[in-house]
Each structure stands twice: as structure tokens, then as C-alpha cells.
């Protein structure tokens, strides 16, 4: 069955850095494009960015262009959020997404940019 595992969250200062890993089975995953998501307290779940398969393009919400890059390495099931130039207002749980037939989600991590 599908799995995404999702890490790298913690506690960073304001314009630090932090770098997420979702690793993937069940599927095949060099087939498929990977997107993050994130969700704050009292918000609706965003889309942060996507990655598209063998190619590497990418697209990034207006928010993060610029300080967010997502990246795949298709021989490790693995897709990356390296997050730069952190802000207050990255804070949330951060998930990722696989269409394959349906919408499959990991469980999150809690990404928190505090002083």
C-alpha cells in the first residue's frame, strides 16, 4: 500500500533554514509528481510546491518562491522541501501528497518558526 513518511520538522529561529524528507513506497514513485502542502492553526490546508517526475520542474506557491526548493531523488523513493529564509508565517504542519488513483497524505511535520 502507499506510504509517505514525512521528517526534518522542528523549532527554527527567523531566517533560518530546515530541510523536510518524505520517503515513499507503494507505488512507483519515479512515475508520479510529489507535492507539500502545509496547514497553520485556524487555516485551510496550502499548497506549497510540486514536483514533477523525471524532468524536475517545479512550481512554488507566491509565498515561499524564492526561499522554498523542492527537489526528488527517484532511487531513494524520496522527495525533499529545503526551507530558507524561514518567517514566522511558515509556521505549520507540513505534509506531502501523491495522486495515484487517490489522494494520499503522510502524517505531517510540525514546522515552527519561533525567537
Known amino acids: 500500500q502507499v506510504q509517505l513518511v514525512e521528517s526534518g520538522g522542528g523549532l527554527v529561529q527567523p531566517g533560518g533554514s530546515l530541510r523536510l524528507s518524505c520517503a515513499a513506497s507503494?507505488?512507483?514513485?519515479?512515475?508520479?509528481?510529489m507535492s507539500w502542502y502545509r496547514q497553520a492553526p485556524g487555516k485551510e490546508r496550502e499548497l506549497v510546491a510540486s514536483i514533477f517526475t523525471n524532468e524536475g520542474r517545479a512550481t512554488y506557491a507566491r509565498s515561499v518562491q524564492g526561499r522554498f526548493i523542492i527537489s526528488r531523488d527517484n532511487a531513494k523513493n524520496t522527495v525533499y522541501l529545503q526551507m530558507n529564509s524561514l518567517k514566522p508565517e511558515d509556521t505549520a504542519v507540513y505534509y506531502c501528497r501523491v495522486l495515484v488513483t487517490i489522494d494520499y497524505w503522510g502524517q505531517g511535520t510540525q514546522v515552527t518558526v519561533s525567537s
Open positions: 507503494g507505488f512507483t514513485f519515479s512515475s508520479y509528481p
